[in-house]
T-cell receptor, first 113, second 111 residues
Framework: EAQVTQNPRYLITVTGKKLTVTCSQN?????MSWYRQDPGLGLRQIYY???????DKGDVPEGYKVSRKEKRNFPLILESPSPNQTSLYFC????????????FGQGTRLTVV | KQEVTQIPAALSVPEGENLVLNCSFT??????LQWFRQDPGKGLTSLLL?????REQTSGRLNASLDKSSGRSTLYIAASQPGDSATYLC??????????FGSGTRLQVQP
């Protein structure tokens, strides 16, 4: 089954404690991306990757890092989480951004206290 | 910067009704548009992708149309069911390799 898998689904952490949210896709997609969803602000792109070792900033990259060492994986790293990063995070993938369907993971609800 | 607007923000209908959700966008560039469904506490499920060269796309009881000249897309749901209750999001690809999302229409279908 074609899918994008995120882990964990729920995470509560404390300010400043580094964390990683993993994302994996089994569709051999070159494009992957991270979004955050906040009430009143909708979904906004954090980072995206066009291929292995190729990443670029989205609209709200501050406080986040990403890496793309393998085609199937695109982890989101919060080096020093802060309460304003409390949000619902989604990973997405597509074979051709803009041209083909985008698939999204189930989401990770992060709370930073 | 492209903006995507969805109207109405919320909609409540009795089971069996046909309904239309609206999406408008400001950028006239030729990009594809995708409709999603989001259930509480769950991810985004892709419903339909409309290529910029297409006028409409159908999947079961769903039909989505695209009118680039007016900057509008509609999602038509036939014979609505309680299981259709969810938030429906339209999103348009931008030249910056991102999806720009509307704020969504929260649909409640009453049994």
């Amino acid at each position: 089954e074609a899918q994008v898998t995120q882990n964990p689904r729920y995470l509560i952490t404390v300010t400043g404690k580094k964390l990683t949210v993993t994302c994996s896709q089994n569709m051999n997609h070159e494009y992957m991306s991270w979004y955050r969803q906040d009430p009143g602000l909708g979904l906004r792109q954090i980072y995206y990757s066009m291929n292995v070792e190729v990443t670029d900033k989205g609209d709200v990259p501050e406080g986040y890092k990403v890496s793309r060492k393998e085609k199937r994986n695109f982890p989101l790293i919060l080096e020093s989480p802060s309460p304003n990063q409390t949000s619902l995070y989604f990973c997405a993938s597509s074979s051709s951004p803009g041209g083909t369907e985008a698939f999204f993971g189930q989401g990770t609800r992060l709370t930073v206290v | 910067k492209q903006e995507v607007t969805q109207i109405p923000a919320a909609l409540s209908v009795p089971e069996g009704e046909n309904l239309v959700l609206n999406c408008s966008f400001t950028d006239s560039a030729i990009y594809n548009l995708q409709w999603f469904r989001q259930d509480p506490g769950k991810g985004l499920t892709s419903l339909l992708l409309i290529q910029s060269s297409q006028r409409e796309q159908t999947s079961g009881r769903l039909n989505a149309s695209l009118d680039k000249s007016s900057g509008r897309s509609t999602l038509y749901i036939a014979a609505s069911q309680p299981g259709d209750s969810a938030t429906y999001l339209c999103a348009r690809w931008t030249g910056r390799r991102a999806l720009t999302f509307g704020s969504g229409t929260r649909l409640q279908v009453q049994p």
